[in-house]
């Protein structure tokens, strides 16, 4: 079944192929809207790719900059990895399976100067999810 963006079927939830397109289609940002579009896009599916903060940051750093006042988009071969990155990182996505509360969970915390994150797993077949 297809719901907000996702197909969600009894094997778990995972980002709707269509709209991953849209994604994987977006040229190179060339303003700093464009960089603003593509985060939107991306944050979106930001539950299903591992370490998206981080990966995103060069990206997240331009709109910081817009900000204080300039407004002159300035790519990178920073930005550059990490608009390609999350493009491929969205296009091979996990699925997320639905919790077993019979089952222990796995908490997975991560923190860096610029970025914190946090995931709940599980192990299904020798397989974190």
Same mark, same amino acid.
């Given at each position: 079944?297809? #719901?907000?963006?996702?197909?969600?079927?009894?094997?778990?939830?995972? %980002? *709707?192929?269509?709209?991953?397109?849209? /994604?994987?289609?977006?040229?190179?940002?060339?303003?700093?809207?464009? /960089?603003?579009? =593509?985060?939107?896009?991306?944050? +979106? #599916?930001?539950?299903?790719?591992?370490? #998206?903060?981080?990966?995103?940051? %060069?990206?997240?750093?331009?709109?910081? !900059?817009?900000?204080?006042? !300039?407004?002159?988009?300035?790519?990178?071969?920073?930005?550059? !990895?990490?608009?390609?990155?999350?493009?491929?990182?969205?296009?091979?996505?996990?699925?997320?399976?639905? %919790?077993? =509360?019979?089952?222990? =969970?796995?908490?997975?915390? *991560?923190?860096?100067? +610029?970025?914190?994150?946090?995931?709940?797993?599980?192990? +299904?077949?020798?397989?974190? #999810?």
């Amino acid at each position: 079944m297809r #719901y907000l963006g996702q197909i969600i079927t009894q094997n778990g939830i995972k %980002p *709707d192929p269509d709209l991953i397109k849209s /994604v994987t289609n977006f040229p190179q940002p060339k303003k700093i809207k464009d /960089v603003q579009s =593509f985060l939107g896009l991306t944050g +979106y #599916y930001r539950r299903f790719i591992k370490d #998206y903060s981080k990966i995103a940051e %060069p990206l997240l750093q331009q709109l910081r !900059n817009s900000q204080q006042g !300039n407004h002159q988009l300035k790519w990178s071969k920073e930005c550059t !990895n990490a608009f390609e990155t999350l493009k491929k990182r969205l296009t091979n996505a996990p699925i997320m399976n639905t %919790p077993n =509360f019979e089952q222990p =969970f796995i908490l997975e915390l *991560d923190a860096c100067e +610029y970025g914190l994150g946090a995931i709940l797993t599980q192990e +299904y077949d020798e397989n974190k #999810y």
